[in-house]
């Protein structure tokens, strides 16, 4: 279980986000929604580590991992950018033994062991094929499969999505999100990803936070909603929307000006 506690975020001691409190739980898929600027971003990389909180704290089961160094954090925490900051050709399997780095000593290399791990990764993703191929002559869906093949084989319980969709066409970007959603449920992994898209947080997360003005506006279940509930909440956001339902699946829609 992830556990959220009096978390305020910022940069250079200016909250952006403050008193953040919500937990998730294994096997589920949380969104966090909200406009652009409204700290999404700051709060994810916050708890991955990446930014230093203003107060609060990160407990993965029971763990305050934010006063753990960046390693044995990696052991709990797993982040997965917008896109990978990878510029040099390395093979994809290589890539994806990144993802053992916080179980290896100074000088240690990844054993035939962690290697065959990384095969089994790779293969649950569904790029066998491409296992001895460049990284960089993968394409963008692509590459962000080996990214969450990475990302698996840390074994880190909760793993976190900074809009993992952002560069994708829309095959790709459904494909991604497909994949992560089943690999959380059955891998039993606590999963966090921040999107633009409502109705993609509709339809793949169990879990939605909103953030708005600074706190969380309203957090909710997927499973058990409301229409006039969807319609009262995304209108704070979005301004003139409607929420519509297609075959048991409600869909959030622009109003015409």
């Known amino acids: 279980m992830l556990e959220i506690k009096q978390l305020s975020v910022g940069y250079n001691g200016e909250t952006i986000v403050e008193n953040i409190n919500f937990c998730t739980h294994s096997g589920k898929l949380t969104a966090l929604l909200g406009l652009n600027g ?15 909180p203003l107060s609060g704290h990160c407990l993965v089961n029971g763990r305050d991992t934010l006063t753990l160094k960046d390693k044995e954090r990696g ?4 982040y997965m950018p917008q896109r990978p900051s990878i510029i040099y050709h390395m093979p994809v399997e290589d890539v994806v033994l990144m993802g053992m780095t916080p179980y290896l000593g100074m000088f240690e290399t990844p054993s035939k062991k962690h290697r065959k791990m990384a095969r089994e990764m790779i293969h649950l993703v569904g790029m066998d094929s491409y296992t001895h191929d460049s990284f960089l002559h993968l394409s963008e869906g692509q590459k962000q499969l080996i990214i969450v093949a990475r990302n698996l084989l840390q074994q880190a319980s909760v793993m976190l999505f900074d809009e993992p969709d952002s560069a994708l066409d829309f095959k ?26 409502p109705n993609d947080a509709l339809y793949y997360c169990d ?21 006039n509930r969807l319609k009262e909440i995304f209108s704070i956001i979005y301004g003139k929307i409607d929420v519509i339902q297609h075959e048991q699946q409600y869909m959030i829609v622009r109003k015409p000006q």
């Open 38 to 52: 409204a700290g999404k971003t700051t709060l994810l990389k916050t708890i991955s580590g990446l930014l230093s």
């Open 75 to 78: 052991k709990y925490l797993s």
């Open 172 to 197: 790709n970007r459904h494909m991604i999100l497909g994949k992560i959603k089943q690999l959380i449920k059955h891998q039993n992994r606590t999963g966090i990803i921040t999107l633009h898209d």
């Open 207 to 227: 879990q939605i936070i909103v953030v708005h003005n600074g706190s969380i506006l309203t957090r909710f279940d997927t499973h058990s909603l409301d229409l």
